[in-house]
C-alpha cells in the first residue's frame, strides 16, 4: 500500500487555466503539507495542515489555495496558471512531532505552456 | 537566499571512493534531516539528529550534527552506485513542523 498517493503524477495544461492535485496518506498522521521543486531541485515548503487547519503558509500568490475535506487529504487548487508555477509538487506526511519521519509523495509534474 | 547551503552541488566518483556532503547555514535548528531523492520520486528520510555534536551511522552513511547545531555532514564511505542520487538535508526551528530544506547535492557513483 502506498503511504503517500497524489494525482495525476504528470499535468500538462495551458497558461491561465484551473487545475488541481489530490494527495492522500494512509498513515494516519495528522499534519500533511505541500511542497514545490523547482528545476534546479530547491525543495520549498509552501502549505503545511494539521488535522485540517491551516498551519503554514509560505507566502505563496493567492492564486494557490489548499483545501483538507478530511485529516487524510490535502488538494492543491491552482487558479491562473502562470508559466513560473511549472515545478514538481510534492506533498508529505508527518506525525505531530518535528523529529517524526515526513514521508513524501511521488511528486507531480506541473508544465504550463 | 536560502537557510541551509549545501556543497558541493555536484558529485562525480568511482566506486569505492570515499566522500562528504556539508549542510551550513548561520541559523539553529532545533533538528536536521538527510534525505535521499532519486529521479522521477519523493525524497526519502535517511537520519535526523537533534543534538548538538550528535554523530549517527547507518550502514556506510555516518551523519554528523555541528556542536552549535548549525551545520552537519553526510560521510559515505567506499560508494557503489546505488547511493547515487539527490541528497538533501533540512532543518526544523523551534521544533515546529516547519523545514527549509537545503540547495542540494547531486551524487554520481560510476561503476
Known amino acids: 500500500d502506498t503511504a503517500v498517493s497524489q494525482t495525476p503524477k504528470y499535468l500538462v495544461t495551458q497558461m491561465g487555466n484551473d487545475k488541481s492535485i489530490k494527495c492522500e496518506q494512509n498513515?494516519?498522521?495528522?499534519?500533511m503539507y505541500w511542497y514545490k521543486q523547482d528545476s534546479k531541485k530547491f525543495l520549498k515548503i509552501m502549505f503545511s495542515?494539521?488535522?485540517?487547519?491551516?498551519?503554514i503558509n509560505e507566502t505563496v500568490p493567492n492564486r494557490f489555495s489548499p483545501k483538507s475535506p478530511d485529516k487524510a487529504h490535502l488538494n492543491l487548487h491552482i487558479n491562473s496558471l502562470e508559466l513560473g508555477d511549472s515545478a514538481v509538487y510534492f506533498c508529505a506526511s508527518q506525525g505531530l512531532a518535528a523529529t517524526d519521519t515526513q514521508y513524501f509523495g511521488p511528486g507531480t509534474r506541473l508544465t504550463v505552456l | 537566499t536560502q537557510l541551509l547551503e549545501q556543497s558541493p552541488q555536484f558529485l562525480s566518483i568511482q566506486e569505492g571512493e570515499n566522500l562528504t556532503v556539508y549542510c551550513n547555514s548561520s541559523s539553529v535548528f532545533s533538528s536536521l534531516q538527510w534525505y535521499r531523492q532519486e529521479p522521477g520520486e519523493g525524497p526519502v528520510l535517511l537520519v535526523t539528529?537533534?543534538?548538538?555534536?550528535e554523530v549517527k551511522k547507518l550502514k556506510r552513511l555516518t551523519f554528523q550534527f555541528g556542536d552549535a547545531r548549525k551545520d552537519s555532514s553526510l560521510h559515505i564511505t567506499a560508494a557503489q552506485p546505488g547511493d547515487t542520487g539527490l541528497y538533501l538535508c533540512?532543518?526544523?526551528?523551534?521544533?515546529?513542523?516547519?523545514?527549509?530544506f537545503g540547495s542540494g547535492t547531486k551524487l554520481n557513483v560510476k561503476p
Open positions: 495542515y494539521n488535522n485540517k487547519e491551516l498551519i
Open positions: 533540512a532543518g526544523a526551528q523551534d521544533n515546529f513542523n516547519k523545514f527549509y
Open positions: 498513515l494516519g498522521h495528522d499534519t
Open positions: 539528529v537533534v543534538t548538538g555534536g
